[in-house]
Nanobody, 131 residues
Framework: QVQSVESGGGTVEVVDSLRLSCVAAGYTHASTDCIGWFRQSPGKVREVVAVIYPGGPSTYYADSVKGRFAISQGNAGNEVWLQMNNLKTEDTGMYYC???????????????????????WGQGTQVTVSS
């Protein structure tokens, strides 16, 4: 089973920056697949924080990270990055990436992604922001 590979996490202080990297498993159709970054914070459900999708490409950000995070994608399509600036303590969590049809990923926007049936979940990369 191919799994996504995330990296770049670490322990930083408030207002610091990090850049996460991902090679997403399951990215097969450039015209219809999205890649999302997901976050699971302590005591909370997994949620979508950023998505990149065809048509520009276009992007989506959760309100909690809008203006601070930026998702980008490499030419190969399955490599994405998440630039995280002005980090806050509430950004602490495990970050995962996933590639799936946009039909499925965009349905998760603003909702719990806890039950998202993605077969390529990787180990994630831990981000810890201290005050």
């Amino acid at each position: 089973q191919v799994q996504s590979v995330e990296s770049g996490g670490g322990t930083v202080e408030v207002v610091d920056s990090l850049r996460l990297s991902c090679v997403a498993a399951g990215y097969t159709h450039a015209s219809t697949d999205c890649i999302g970054w997901f976050r699971q914070s302590p005591g909370k459900v997994r949620e979508v924080v950023a998505v990149i999708y065809p048509g520009g490409p276009s992007t989506y950000y959760a309100d909690s990270v809008k203006g601070r995070f930026a998702i980008s994608q490499g030419n190969a399509g399955n490599e994405v990055w998440l630039q995280m600036n002005n980090l806050k303590t509430e950004d602490t969590g495990m970050y995962y990436c996933a590639a799936e049809s946009c039909t499925k990923i965009l349905l998760l926007v603003g909702r719990s992604a806890q039950g998202f049936a993605y077969s390529g979940w990787g180990q994630g990369t831990q981000v810890t922001v201290s005050s």
